[in-house]
Nanobody
Framework: QVQLVESGGGLVQAGGSLRLSCAAS????????MRWYRQAPGKQRDQVAV???????NYADSVKGRFTISRDNAKNAVYLQMNSLKPDDTGVYYC??????????????WGQGTQVSVSS
């Protein structure tokens, strides 16, 4: 089994910064894409950023130029540096990873989420 554990959320004033971390552990052979999602209160869960195993990245329009996704393949970890935060960035942030098992199967796993609250 595989577990993803997020950390780094909290309360910050508008204009501030936070760095989220997500570490994967368990029966991992390799990890393909890793993603961050955000779910605001009363809204659906939306993808914020994705990074491939080779380091290519893509961002939602709402966070381009403010958020940076990165990963450390040796640590099976993904990060989200969030700058110039806005109240609209408030929500629960989830990491997500496509994990290959040693047996050859692949499955997508989710973390438990970490709360980010941005005050105006």
């Amino acid at each position: 089994q595989v577990q993803l554990v997020e950390s780094g959320g909290g309360l910050v004033q508008a204009g501030g910064s936070l760095r989220l971390s997500c570490a994967a552990s368990g029966s991992i052979f390799s990890i393909n894409n890793m993603r961050w999602y955000r779910q605001a209160p009363g809204k659906q869960r939306d993808q914020v950023a994705v990074i491939t195993s080779g380091g290519s990245t893509n961002y939602a329009d709402s966070v381009k130029g403010r958020f940076t996704i990165s990963r450390d393949n040796a640590k099976n970890a993904v990060y989200l540096q969030m700058n110039s935060l806005k109240p609209d960035d408030t929500g629960v942030y989830y990491c997500n990873a496509d994990v290959w098992y040693a047996s050859g199967g692949v499955k997508t796993f989710w973390g438990q989420g970490t709360q980010v609250s941005v005050s105006s």
